[in-house]
Every structure is written in C-alpha cells, then in structure tokens.
C-alpha cells in the first residue's frame, strides 16, 4: 500500500493477497480441465473450495501468459449451484504494470458474471490475469 499526504493505492499484490484472504473455503472440490487438475497445463492454474458459510463455490483461476485463453472447467461436485456466477478479475496487459498515484486501480480486481451451466464454466481468460468466480448454491 501506498500513500502520501492525500492519497492511498493499493499495489497489485495487495489486491492479490487480499482477494485470496477473503475468498478461503471450508473443504476442497474437484476441478479439471480437459480431464486434468488444473496445474500449470497451458499456463493456467486453478483450484476450488466450498465456503459453507456463504453457501457458495469459489474457484480460482490464474492465466499466467500474455494472450487470452478460451477454457472450460468442469466441476465434480454434488451441490445444487446457481447458474449465475459472479467473477472478480484482476489483469494486466504485461508483468511490469503497476498501479499508480495517476492511476491508482489500473491492476485491481474489476466485477463481471458469466454463466455456469451442467457443472461446467466457460471463460475467456485476460492475459496476466488472476481470477475469483463465486457460485451460490442450494
């Protein structure tokens, strides 16, 4: 974090640590890609857990190369999960790019939604980019 007398930023990896610390789950769920656990295959890592105390599935998911990436993940779980998922994502067009007193959430997690459908995601994945997908279940 930074600061002057007027200001205050947070840097790229304090976003990072501190969209991890808030999206922590109570057990871990199955998640592959193309069969495989999601670990390194194509630059992509990923991982889910459930938060019992939310009720929601959290996934996620790191793109660590600088093109985009088309991925569907399939999810082994038996939870009833909504079709609606809400995602924060972080990105950057290249590794070096920081945040700033000018811009100072230029690398900061941004909100979308995509759709989860027959326990599997699609996703467009930006480049240098970092992840969290919330599925709220029954």
């Known amino acids: 974090i930074w600061v002057d007398n007027l200001q205050v930023y947070g840097s790229p990896d304090y976003f990072v640590q501190k ?27 990923a991982s889910s857990v459930i938060d019992q105390t939310k009720k929601e599935l959290v996934i996620k998911i790191v793109n660590y190369t600088n093109s985009m990436r088309k991925a569907d993940f399939m999810v082994d779980s038996k939870l009833k999960l909504q079709t609606k998922a809400v995602i924060q994502e972080m990105a950057g067009n290249e590794l070096k790019q920081v945040n700033s ?7 900061s997690p941004k909100n979308a939604s995509a759709t989860f459908k027959n326990k599997q995601l699609s996703l467009t994945l930006k480049p240098y980019s970092f992840s969290v997908i919330r599925i709220p279940y029954k």
């Open 19 to 45: 969209l991890f610390s808030l999206n922590k789950g109570t057990e871990v769920i199955s998640m592959t890609r193309n069969g495989l656990p999601v670990s390194g295959q194509d630059s992509l890592y």
């Open 101 to 107: 007193f000018k811009e100072p959430t230029l690398v």
